[in-house]
């Protein structure tokens, strides 16, 4: 089994803002083709054409509707990929040593030269964050692209992870968030950013920001009630309308 190392000072990690993320899978699709070219070994595909299409993916969105205690139905679009725990269970439980956590910044890596595919560590996750590659028969998982987080040949701007890069609503967010002065722990700290499953004590480094409520646009919209056409029919709504002005 593998050992954890002490926390570390440096938490690299993601913050995500649910309220910004519009399901558009850009981060997905980014992720993929990053990783087919760069870290580990390509990310294969079965069938992707066919009936049955299936793959191994680092990232994925999902969305659900929810409905807060007061307010109205939202649809909420949820990325879920490795949370980078400081208690992580996938680590202690990788029989071969394949999963191990890095001392210097936290980031959980699997070794795909030593993974064995037993499943052990997909099977600890508590987020279902790990995916066994079907034609590799190794186990693979978000990586931070630590390959370019601090490749110094790429760009300064370019040197965050794929997923944040591509993101079209900035609903993506990378940095230290074991630095409390950092831009990543301030946004935490300003919108009550949270995180995932608590209750499993593996304490996760990345963070969510949660959705704001969605009102009704009867109770929010100031020009609401010029937009209600009544039984005075056009004429009347026009003549509240330039009552206004």
């Not at 069938?47 to 994925?60: E, H, K, V, Y």
Request: net charge negative; proline share 9%; charged share 20%.
């Amino acid at each position: 089994m593998t050992t954890l190392p002490p926390p570390s000072e440096k938490k690299l990690g993601l913050v995500i803002d649910l309220d910004t993320c519009v399901g558009c899978h850009a981060c997905v699709t980014a992720c993929k083709g990053w990783n087919d070219q760069g870290y580990g070994a390509p990310l294969s595909d079965q069938d992707a054409w066919g009936p049955a299409p299936s793959g191994t993916f680092l990232n994925r969105v999902h969305s659900y509707e929810v409905t807060p205690e007061a307010g109205v139905a939202q649809l909420v679009h949820f990325p879920k990929s490795c949370l980078h725990c400081e208690n992580a269970p996938c680590v202690t439980v990788c029989p071969t040593g394949a999963s191990y956590k890095r001392a210097e910044d936290g980031i959980v890596l699997v070794n795909e030269s030593a993974c064995i595919g037993c499943g052990l560590c997909a099977w600890a996750c508590p987020y279902g964050a790990r995916e066994l590659d079907q034609a590799a028969g190794v186990m693979k998982k978000c990586t931070l692209c630590v390959d370019r987080i601090y490749n110094e040949n790429l760009p300064e701007v370019d040197r965050i992870p794929a997923c944040v890069r591509t993101c079209p609503a900035g609903a993506r967010h990378f940095g230290d968030l074991g630095d409390p002065d950092s831009a990543v722990s301030q946004l935490v700290a300003e919108r009550g950013g949270i995180e995932l499953m608590p209750e499993q004590g593996t304490k996760p480094v990345n963070r969510y920001l949660p959705p704001r409520p969605k009102d009704r646009l009867e109770e929010t919209a100031p020009l609401a009630p010029l937009l209600d056409i009544k039984a005075t029919g056009f004429a009347g709504w026009l003549d509240r309308l330039l009552d206004r002005i």
